[in-house]
């Protein structure tokens, strides 16, 4: 009896050793679970959106700085649009970034005594950051609006011009054609620093498009939004409006 019942405990220990060998088959599946959870935790494109423009509320596009922990959370939120991106080879379709954008946020800022010495504490404000973008003749001009406190009369802008041409897959470089200060007045107020304004503002390099909604889905409610770094690690959070 001891031989039979000692038989039997080493034919139930091979099965279950074949049943535990078996059963690692499984646990592929179950990480595979875990990475399709994890994606629906992830928060929608729209949501990510509105927590975006909940954050930028009062930050006048972020030139002239953000608080760490809020440029933090934006560029986190930043990064959470560009992991959801489907336009992974945007140059290849350029006609999706025709027409007028609208910068939301730049890391581009004005701070210190570069904004002292723009006059930009005491009487100039900015305005609209706005770009245009014309695929059929590969050109980019980029206005940055301004106004002078006091004077509501005298509004005026500065309008740069440059070409583009597709460089990869996701990359355009893009070549400083000129820029523009008007009215004249303006360019009395800028005059001792206008090189220091173009420094801050020039797009020659290269910019790489790391997010851009489908063309056709139009963004959502937000309208179309597009991101992109250039090679000064500068981010841009740019919108166009429904067409």
């Not at 949501?47 to 440029?71: R, Y």
């Not at 590969?138 to 009369?153: H, K, W």
């Not at 420094?199 to 997010?211: A, R, V």
Request: charged share 20%.
């Amino acid at each position: 009896m001891r031989v039979l019942t000692s038989v039997a405990k080493i034919s139930r220990c091979r099965v279950c050793c074949r049943a535990i060998q078996n059963a690692t088959i499984f646990f592929p599946e179950e990480t595979a679970w875990q990475g399709t959870a994890r994606s629906a935790l992830r928060p929608g494109i729209d949501q990510v959106k509105t927590q975006l423009l909940s954050e930028l509320v009062g930050l006048d596009k972020g030139i002239f700085g953000a608080p760490a922990a809020k440029k933090a959370r934006i560029l986190a939120l930043i990064g959470d649009l560009e992991q959801q991106n489907t336009q992974t080879a945007p140059t290849a379709n350029l006609e999706a970034l025709e027409g007028d954008w609208r910068l939301l946020y730049s890391t581009i800022t004005i701070t210190g005594a570069k904004r002292t010495k723009l006059g930009l504490r005491e009487f100039v404000r900015l305005g609209d950051f706005t770009q245009h973008i014309d695929t059929t003749n590969n050109l980019a001009v980029n206005r940055i609006e301004f106004s002078v406190s006091g004077l509501s009369a005298i509004k005026g802008s500065l309008t740069i011009r440059a070409n583009y041409r597709v460089a990869s897959e996701q990359r355009v470089a893009i070549t400083y054609l000129d820029s523009a200060l008007n009215p004249a007045q303006f360019q009395k107020i800028f005059e001792a620093n206008l090189n220091l304004l173009l420094s801050i503002f020039n797009p020659e390099g290269h910019l790489d498009i790391t997010y851009l909604d489908v063309e056709g889905a139009a963004g959502g409610p937000h309208g179309c939004w597009r991101v992109g770094r250039d090679n000064k690690d500068n981010v841009f959070l740019l919108k166009r409006p429904h067409r």
